[in-house]
């Protein structure tokens, strides 16, 4: 197989690549399903903090400033106890996802997929029943313990339980189902908006989508690598047959092999601390892009866009309602993007989606910069009309079609799929925390960098948005249609990264 006008060696992984069975489907649908409750909290976040009875509630000084007849645009809802509800879940999310590397290596991705399933759904009944700022709070906790758990287990077991040549478009449905809960939250939102007890209903909604994927999860195995690695050889076999069919028998006995082989140095390894064998020489370029590709998912802005939305369109000059609207666009448009994405994402490849999603939203986030800039200011005290707000709902939905279909799944299949399998839970562990540190980080701090940056704001995610475009043209190797376990084989090909890597099989 040539990648980059390299060959490489993928001999070995039988037949199986062009048959996808029913089981492989319902399996993958079911994992990528627990995208639903990261999604759902995107959009539902974004929307009620911008409910009147909610803020009232909670948060009246925000509500107070709002309602003041002259006011900086930029500056309206700039307040970090308004940001901490947002960004406390992925603090949570944070520690979960470390925690999760040790459950899913001793107890499997299923089980931790179900345990984080469980702990969404208590979160999102204690914040549908929320009476003060610490019950609201401790909830959002919660479920960033069940988001945390699942967005590690999810992404490796749609790995390594897709065939190698459907593995993109497999694993993009987990980035699929963020939109889906995105779409279903601001849908939610809009209909609930003029009730008086509508925040309620939104949050605690919360508990359906949970409960629809960790009640998909039981009905699942756990993926055939798991079960090798925690010494259960019948149960994988099982579990292989059922995923590969009866009838590639054949090729299931030389997978099956192959698999254990790697189970065997994944055991073997288990003593060897992970920090101390991810810091080492050959696994450097493991590393830098397990941490470059969620930071810079996070960089782009995608996430604070979805959470402040609806903020961000009232600023402009939107009603509460037509603001909701426009965010429910937004995420429609996301939504189509991403299935875009799922047809084109093993055809094209990782790299030509990463770079021209890339250069959309630089030019996007540019004219937005613009177009604010022109219109209410430096000051933010000046007069958005009609016309320039439409604008800037299409600019804003340009820019997440190019995220949707470029660096919204890439950015979770690409860290699940380059690890050999002694590092790939502890590996998809530190590419989620980081994840959720940049995901703090930014949506704690946006909107007083939207306040004191005004439309810089946007220059800023454009730079980085130029210069992620850059680190992959250098530094990001193919992996389209390369099995997982013979992913090795790209960096010992890669012009920069062959410096680092020994031409042995990890």
Partial sequence: MAIGGLALDVSG???????????VVMSCIVAASCGLIFGYDIGISGGVTTMKPFLEKFFPSVLKKASEAKTNVYCVYDSQLLTAFTSSLYVAGLVASLVASRLTAAYGRRTTMILGGFTFLFGALINGLAANIAMLISGRILLGFGVGFTNQAAPVYLSEVAPPRWRGAFNSGFQFFIGVGVVAANLINYGTDSHRNGWRISLGLAAVPAAIMTVGCLFISDTPSSLLARGKHDQAHTSLLKLRG???IADVEIELAELARSSQLA???RAEPFMKTILERRYRPHLVVAVAIPCFQQLTGITVNAFYAPVLFRSVGFGSGPALIATLILGLVNLGSLLLSTMVIDRFGRRFLFIAGGIQMFLCQIAVAVLLAVTVGATGDGEMKKGYAVTVVVLLCIYSAGFGWSWGPL?????????????????QSLSVAVNFAATFALSQTFLATLCDFKYGAFLFYGGWIFKMTVFVIMFLPETKGIPVDSMYQVWEKHWYWQRFTKPTSP
């Fill in 13 to 23: 992984a039988g037949n199986i690549d062009a048959k996808i069975t029913t089981a």
């Fill in 246 to 248: 009866v009838e590639n």
């Fill in 267 to 269: 055991i073997e390894a």
């Fill in 411 to 427: 950015s979770w299949l690409v860290p699940s799929e380059i690890f050999p399998l002694k590092m790939r839970p502890a590996g």
